[in-house]
């Protein structure tokens, strides 16, 4: 099994929908929690990061953690078509915080 | 400032070729790492220093060699590559602290590396 499980997608919903990305986790130990956008032949460009559970909101970005259900999502609202890129989940644990743990990345393509 | 600086951001090479990628962050980072990211996957950890020594080497073949010359600097060296070692090289770094919750790890746009 592997550390961390995210949908490939590909994604595709109309400009202006919500969408919510999800990945689970098996670590209980895993306290950081992070979003990245990648677009394509692009670095990861650091979207949200949340430690241990809760929520965070930043403009029209939600990001969720629920460590009972080792469970975290990320919100988009009113999705634009260039929100179309790459996300992917990341985290790590406070016993290894110089190892993280990477979802497969979800494909989003929002469309006009 | 959150930026991770990589050069050059594309490089071409032959299979005899000995070249080195560049990585610096200024964010006081004693974390730094290389991913190799092949198209439609994730990130590939490889290497990871911690406090400018080795901390992990994720069984990486000994044509990529890293070296850290210092606590900004991160350095890939590369020699006789191979056709399938072409991927996205990625460096990033982070505080390489856990007990104050911000552990929060800042990539660089990366080296699109071609072997040919």
């Known amino acids: 099994q592997k550390e961390v499980e995210q949908d490939p997608g590909p994604l595709s919903v109309p400009e202006g929908a919500i969408v919510s990305l999800n990945c689970t986790y098996s670590?209980?130990?895993?306290?950081?929690f992070m979003w990245y956008r990648q677009y394509s032949r692009k670095g990861p460009e650091l979207l949200m990061y949340t430690y241990s559970s809760g929520n965070k909101e930043d403009g029209r970005f939600t990001a969720q953690v629920d460590k009972s259900s080792k469970y975290i999502s990320l919100f988009i609202r009113d999705s634009q078509p260039s929100d179309s890129a790459t996300y992917l989940c990341a985290m790590s644990g406070i016993y290894n915080f110089n190892k993280f743990y990477f979802g497969s990345g979800t494909k989003l393509n929002v469309k006009p | 400032d959150t930026e991770v600086t990589q050069t050059p951001k594309h490089l071409v090479m032959g299979m005899t070729n000995k070249k080195s990628l560049k990585c610096e962050q200024h964010?006081?980072?004693?974390?730094m790492y290389w991913y190799k990211q092949k198209a439609k996957k994730p990130p590939e950890l490889m290497f990871v220093y911690s406090y400018e020594k080795l901390s992990i080497n994720e069984s990486v073949p000994s044509r990529f060699s890293p070296e850290c010359p210092n606590s900004s600097l991160l350095n890939l060296h590369l020699h006789a590559l191979q056709p399938e070692d072409s991927a996205l090289y990625l460096c990033?770094?982070?505080?390489?602290?856990?007990?104050?919750?911000?552990?929060?790890?800042?990539f660089g746009a990366g080296t699109r590396l071609s072997v040919l």
């Open positions: 670590n209980s130990a895993f306290q950081y």
């Open positions: 964010m006081g980072h004693r974390a």
């Open positions: 990033a770094s982070s505080r390489g602290q856990g007990a104050d919750g911000k552990n929060i790890q800042y």
